[in-house]
């Protein structure tokens, strides 16, 4: 490692941004395929119901009535919970996931199953608020200045432009 400091780059060049991106930004959505089928499904309600039942939002033959939930919460995240059986992709037990061993925050290309359905879940990666791009504001170790703080979604803050949060 060298001594060089990341306030030390030159001004031209690319220079790395944060991902608080307006609520929902992003084109969330799920791309599902079962034996050649394929579709894809925009996450537009706050929660969205998977399964067979009369009602859910993303209805799919031969799973459970309700499979699994995904939740658009107050900051900005796609929480998937899953209630009947089916494979994440996903650690629960790492850092920056929901509690519960059948929960994951979902980040693009985290896969999840359905009965016989494949479900990967997809976000412009400017509002996706996962690693490599919206972690830090770039770096590594001794070099990660902080990112301005997440807006309040709720209070209806907004992110403002990339002059605003000094970058």
Same mark, same amino acid.
């Given at each position: =490692?060298?001594? +060089?400091?990341?306030?030390? +780059? ?56 309700? *499979? ?13 919970? =899953? *209630?009947?059986?089916?494979? =994440?992709?996903?650690? $629960?037990?790492?850092?920056?996931? *929901? ?29 996706? *608020?996962? +690693? ?15 990112? $301005?703080?997440? $807006? ?16």
């Amino acid at each position: =490692m060298n001594a +060089r400091h990341i306030d030390d +780059r030159p001004d031209e060049g690319n220079t790395p941004t944060t991902t608080h991106a307006e609520y929902g930004a992003g084109n969330p959505l799920l791309r599902i395929t079962r034996d050649g089928e394929r579709m894809e499904f925009p996450l537009e309600a706050d929660t969205v119901r998977i399964g067979s039942a009369d009602g859910n939002e993303l209805r799919l033959a031969d799973t459970d009535p309700v *499979h699994a939930t995904i939740e658009h919460d107050d900051r900005d995240e796609y929480v998937l919970t =899953m *209630h009947g059986e089916g494979e =994440m992709n996903a650690n $629960p037990a790492a850092d920056a996931t *929901h509690p519960g061993d059948a929960t994951e925050t979902l980040r693009t290309g985290a896969r999840f199953t359905a009965g016989p359905w494949t479900l990967v879940f997809a976000r412009e990666e400017f509002a996706d *608020h996962g +690693r490599p791009f919206g972690g830090r504001k770039g770096g590594e170790y001794s070099d990660q200045p902080l990112q $301005p703080s997440r $807006p309040d979604y709720d209070a209806g803050e907004s992110p403002g432009s990339a002059d605003d949060r000094g970058i």
